[in-house]
Structure formats: C-alpha cells, structure tokens
C-alpha cells in the first residue's frame, strides 16, 4: 500500500466525517432543555396570529418601500390587541434586504415600534416554501378573484433554492436581520423556515425544482449554523407540519432537523382538536416550549371554539392563521385553486375581521377575548 494510498484515504475520511462534526456542533450549540423552558417561564403565554396587513398580498407588498403601510398596521395591530394578542408571526423576505438593506431593516424597527406599542411582540420567519416559487421585485401582483393567497411567494425562489452553490446568497440576509435584532426583546423568536418540503401540491408543483425537498435541507442546515454564529437572545425554531409525530423511528429527515435543532419546539396543525391533541402528546417527549404556529380553518373542524382553550390549557403557544380579510383571501379555502368560487364564503376558512374592523363572527371574538383574558384589561 503506497503513502499516496494512504493520505489520500485518510483526507477522504476527513471530508467524509467532517459534515458529522459540523452537525454535532450545530446540536451543541442548541439551548439546553433548561434555558428554553426557563426563557418559556418567564413570559405570558403567547398567543396571536399570522400577520400580513389586509393592503399586502404577500411579504414583498408588506415590506417593500413603495407598498410599506404602517397606517393599516397600527389599525389592525389595535383590534389584535383588543383581542388580547401578545405576539404575531411575521414573514420577512430576502428581495427587500437584497434590494434595499437599511431600508428595510429601517421598516422592521417601524413595524416593531408599532407593534410594541401595542404590547405585541414578533416571530419573525426567514424563508418560506410554500406558494409561489417565482417571486420578483417590484410592484406586486392585483389578487385574482376568490383565490386564497394568489399572490404570496416563496422566499428564496426557485432559482435560489434548488442550486447548492447559491444558498451563500442568503447568509448575508440572515445573519444581516437577526444581527441587527439579536438582543431586541421585540422579538420574540426566530422560525427559521416555513414547511421547507412542501412541495405545493394544490397549486404550484408542476413549476417546483425536482430537488426542493434536498435541498431545502441542505439550506436549513446551513441557515441554522448562519443563525448560531449570531447568538440571539431569542430562541430559534422551525415548524414540523405533516403527521403527528408519534414515533420517533418515523421521522422524515427534515423532520428530525427541525426537531432536533429547534430551541423550541414548533408545529402546524389545521385538523379538529383530537389531531391536535396527538400532536401535543407527542412533541411533549423533546420536553422544550411548544408553539402551535398555524392552526384554524373552520370548515375542516379547526375552530378558535375548540382549539384555542385546550393550546391554553396545554401552555401551547398558539397563533392562528390570518387576521384581516384582505389581498391574500384567505377567507376562501385551499380547493379555490382546484374549484370555481365566484362569491364571500358562509363560513370563512381564516382571518377573522373585515377590513372595517367588524367581525366576521362576534361570538368568536368574545370567545378568544375571554380565552386570552382580554375582559379584565378594559
């Protein structure tokens, strides 16, 4: 066996178990079970919603400079607080930073100003699978009618996301907004992406990359290392979606990243409360914080009525979807992109005001100010 033979196995060796260091580090630097439980404690349970103002069709209308309207976030930023809301989830995009960084950055600090005003903190999500996968700069988009969320775009686009050799693109933007919050008690967490391996099935999967689902992986592995170098105070996560999660053995790849990885445990779940429940019973065994970070769609069973008192109950963080019927129509159901809609839904899927402010349903206002404790801060 030549010397040649042997450094270059031994250098083979090496790269081979260099990604198993990477990882493992990763891991190390995750908060202990008793920080996040800890950091959990000592604040009120969160509960809020998914948040985009009723004039934005997706995250780049939200926060571009030309479509920023921080008017109609103060106005319904008010009704969430008279709901009792303490925090909302709040997609952000890299085209804005891309485009226009300390503005951008500026108009985060305008909307935490805002929100903060009125006692509402934010979880801030970085990227984004879902929807379309082909977002551009620019002006946004008119909605195409009773469409639910035919406008909202992936972060980062199809281009970006299935070439390895450009997830580098990101890291600047990553590490750009969380550098620049990491100690700002505003935030209140960092989901790192949104369902990562959806594929979009209902509406965008002819148009997907083939590889999205590995290489979503591969850049939340790697958003997650660009996330630990910046150290915040706030915790990270990344929601698990499909499934229950009752065996271990089970687990998708993405899956035992997200949480294996997450300093708090995070999950979608839009089924009645029995699915709900099973998923609670079984994300209890990481023994960390739970958020349910999207749940509520009438028609399918998922109601404020029978969901929102057993996530307090369970000290489950719980943010519904949608607030304001508005540019994403979210009011209509997901089969709007399979089935014609030509009129208002009876039963609205999410949001819960109209634009002017009225509800869509007062008995269930009343039931989640009574929920949050609302009534005794009059």
Known sequence: MSIRFIVASFCLAVLAFAPLCASAADAASRWPREKANAWYASRPWPVGCNFAPSTAINELEMWQADTFDPATIDRELGWAQGLGFNSVRVFLHDIPYQEDREGFLKRIDAFLGIADKHHIGAVFVLFDACWDPFPEAGKQRVPKPHL????????????????????????????????RFKDDARVQAWDLFNEPDNINNSSYSKFEPANKQAMALVLLQKE???AREINPIQPLTTGVWIGNWGD?????????VQLGQSDIISFHNYAPLPEITKCVEHLRRYHRPILCTEYMARPVGSTFQAVLPYLKEQKVGAYNWGFVSGKTQTIYPWDSWSK?????????????????????????????????GARAQE
Request: proline share 8%; net charge neutral; glycine share 8%.
């Open 148 to 179: 639910h969320n035919s406008g909202w775009v992936q972060c980062p686009g199809a281009g970006i996301l299935k070439d390895p050799a450009r997830h580098d693109e990101l890291k600047p933007y990553v590490q750009g907004v969380m550098r």
């Open 224 to 226: 997650f290392g660009w």
């Open 340 to 372: 014609q809609y030509n009129a208002e839904p009876t039963v609205w899927f999410h949001d819960i005001f109209r634009t002017d402010g009225r509800a869509y349903d007062p008995k269930e206002v009343q039931l989640i100010r009574h929920v949050t």
């Open 248 to 256: 271990p053995d089970k687990l998708s790849a993405m899956e035992k």
